[in-house]
């Protein structure tokens, strides 16, 4: 016949009587368990910890160290606080019994002890043992499918913001490496500024959409090769405004913040800039990020307007002036960090080319 080999459940019998200690082994070997004995509340505490059995027996009244006081070690010891514990004590007075059930003993038997209540008991205990078991199995389980069903959505937004914003670039650079450079100019730039980690991860994915606008710019003004008049530059200018009305019905972080990038990415610290000529703090932080990251990298790009200029002659137009860019344009202290990680901003737009 074939047998389940099913490890037998394990029972620790404490008692500084030997006499109760022999009865109890010999019952809880009848009926089927592994069973250890300790003769004194500290050996048994050391024996519990190491190897957790399924129940203990625990006497209450033993000298030196008690059960009620191995019970409160037990249960306030992260590897022995689910062992299910039951009471052996002569004691019937209600005074011990609350004392015991205040430190988390589940069970009593009385002394003299009845062999069929401890075999009872014991096997009750095993079985809400093996079902709260169950039960803490099935919430880890539960836990780590919802922790993979929120990394997913977190990765499809992601994914989904990285398609979208490819697509809005596609008509002036094939490849979205400006996009996926802007992405780390601006977390790089966040960290050195200290931002907390939301802050900066938050950014490196929304500031990508900073010119999705620009889908709805005309090809015969986007792509124009010279300088554009005037009529040109207002249709231009409203990428900023197109692009926060595009993100601004999002409610994700991501949306939120790419929203707030995309309407306040060219406004200047000194209130000279579009759509709203916004002054200093009024101008959202994750915006003025983002102004100094959007020059620095249009500065090194080829562009339909423009030819490539070299790191050097990029950071003098950002840092001193060219006459359309100037230092007033930006928040000094973002500045300042700028300049702190200029030699990053070369090694992200050198690597990052495709
Ligand atoms: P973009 O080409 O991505 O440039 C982003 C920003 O980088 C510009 O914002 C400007 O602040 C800075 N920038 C770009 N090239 C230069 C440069 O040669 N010198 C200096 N000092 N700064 C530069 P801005 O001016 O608000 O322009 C926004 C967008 O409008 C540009 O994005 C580009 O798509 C378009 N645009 C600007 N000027 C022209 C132009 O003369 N011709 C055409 N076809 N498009 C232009
Ligand atoms: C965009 O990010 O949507 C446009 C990229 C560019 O200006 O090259
Ligand atoms: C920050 O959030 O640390 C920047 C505050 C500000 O300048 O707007
Ligand atoms: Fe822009």
New binding site residues.
């Given amino acids: 016949m074939a047998e389940i080999t099913k490890k037998a459940p394990s029972v620790l019998v404490v008692d500084d009587d030997e006499s109760i200690r022999v009865l109890l082994k010999k019952q809880m070997q009848a009926d089927g368990y592994t069973v250890s004995t300790m003769d004194n509340g500290r050996d048994a505490i050391t024996a519990a910890v190491e190897a957790p059995p399924d129940v203990v027996l625990l006497d209450a009244l033993m000298p030196a160290t008690s059960g009620f006081e191995v019970a409160e070690v037990l249960k306030s010891t992260e590897a022995t606080r689910n062992v299910p514990i039951i009471m052996v004590t002569a004691l019937d007075d209600p005074e011990s019994k609350l004392r015991a059930l205040k430190v988390g003993v589940q069970e009593f038997l009385t002394k003299p002890v009845d062999r069929n209540e401890v075999s009872l008991r014991v096997r009750n205990m095993l079985m809400l043992k093996e079902y709260s078991n169950f039960l803490v199995d099935q919430n880890r389980i539960l836990e780590q499918r919802v922790e993979e069903r929120s990394r997913e959505v977190v990765n499809s937004y992601r994914e989904t913001i990285a398609t979208m914003t490819r697509a809005a670039s596609y008509k002036?650079e094939a490849t979205g490496a400006?996009v996926q450079r802007i992405s780390y100019y601006t977390e790089a730039l966040a960290i050195a500024l200290g931002m907390n980690a939301a802050f900066c991860e938050t950014i490196r994915y929304a500031s990508p959409m900073h010119?999705i606008g620009?889908i709805a710019?005309p090809d015969a003004?986007?792509?124009?090769?010279?300088?554009?008049n005037e009529q040109?530059?207002t249709v231009?200018?409203s990428?900023t405004t197109l692009g926060a009305q595009l993100l601004g019905s999002g409610s994700s972080p991501y949306l939120q913040m790419g929203a707030e990038i995309a309407l306040n990415h060219?406004e200047r610290w000194d209130g000279g800039?579009?759509p709203a000529r916004l002054k200093g703090q009024l101008i959202p932080f994750s915006a003025r990020i983002m102004?100094i990251c959007?020059?620095?990298?249009?500065?090194r790009?080829v562009?339909?307007?423009?030819?490539s200029?070299s790191h050097e002659t990029a950071v003098e137009?950002?840092t001193v002036?060219?006459?359309?860019?100037m230092p007033a344009?930006f928040d000094p202290d973002i500045l300042e960090a700028f300049k702190r990680c200029a030699k990053a901003f070369c090694d992200i737009f050198e690597t990052v080319t495709s």
């Fill in positions: 002036d400006h010119d620009k710019i003004i986007l792509l124009k090769t010279g300088p554009l040109e530059w231009m200018k990428h060219h800039g579009y102004n959007d020059q620095y990298d249009a500065l790009s562009r339909s307007y423009k030819k200029l137009i950002l002036g060219d006459g359309r860019t344009h």
